[in-house]
């Protein structure tokens, strides 16, 4: 079992910057890719960014494209989005999730591809 806890959301001006973190508890993060998906009030859930591995591939969606980056540390078992240039569209509760497939060269873009997931932390974006 992995547990993964978020952390660093909270409440932004448009414009603003904030950076999430999430840390697991697993012996075996190293081996498999990880993701951050948002889900707002009323909306299907959707992928953010996901990272590999070994931080070889990264993904993004067309909307974040050029204002988020996300990056891991497989020393700290932790996994981390900076968002900048923040839109209040933006606006939801972010959660990590874990791909437990092994050293997979590519990164999944589904929530059901990911088989453990964060409890979420709130950003809100105001105009």
């Known amino acids: 079992q992995v547990q993964l806890v978020e952390s660093g959301g909270g409440l932004v001006q448009a414009g603003g910057s904030l950076r999430l973190s999430c840390a697991a508890s697993?012996?075996?993060?190293?081996?498999?890719?990880m993701g951050w998906f948002r889900q707002a009030p009323g909306k299907e859930r959707e992928l953010v960014a996901a990272i590999n591995w070994s931080s070889s591939v990264a993904v993004y969606a067309d909307s974040v494209k050029g204002r988020f980056t996300i990056s891991r540390d497989n020393a700290k078992n932790t996994v981390s989005l900076q968002m900048n240039s923040l839109k209040p569209e933006d606006t939801a509760v972010y959660l990590c999730?874990?791909?437990?497939?092994?050293?997979?060269?590519?990164?999944?873009?589904?929530?059901?591809?990911?088989?453990?997931w964060g409890q979420g932390t709130q950003v809100t974006v105001s105009p």
């Open positions: 697993s012996r075996t993060f190293s081996t498999y890719a």
């Open positions: 999730a874990a791909d437990r497939r092994v050293r997979r060269t590519t990164v999944a873009g589904r929530p059901y591809d990911y088989d453990a």
